[in-house]
């Protein structure tokens, strides 16, 4: 059988609640990736030879621009572009800020953070 792994695909990084519980793919597709997921993702980066003709056309559909039209191949593009989405999200934000700072003089009392002014007031 093709796709064969011992422990079943967790993405906690991209997906902390897990892949089923992310709301992108369906039962069957969170399914088909928890059970195949990691010989996909080792058949992508090629830490893994395909064994078998479904795993060399996956491995061929997912490398290429080409239509994909296995099923296994449209599912893990599919997780690949979700993977990018959030990638794209968790951007670093700017921080831009509303305030500004006055001179040496207005800190220290001399102008107009003090509240008072170096005249005297006509009210005594």
Known sequence: MSFESEKPFNDFQHFARGIRRSGDFT???S???EKYGTAMME????TRKPKTEEEKVF????TSDEVITDHNAKIFKKYLQVIKKYLQVIQPRHLHRLCSVGNDDELNGNGYMNG?????SGLD
């Open 59 to 62: 491995v061929k559909q997912i």
């Open 31 to 33: 399914n088909l990736l």
């Open 116 to 120: 008072s002014s170096d005249e005297t």
């Open 43 to 46: 058949l992508y980066n090629g």
């Open 27 to 29: 039962i069957n597709e």
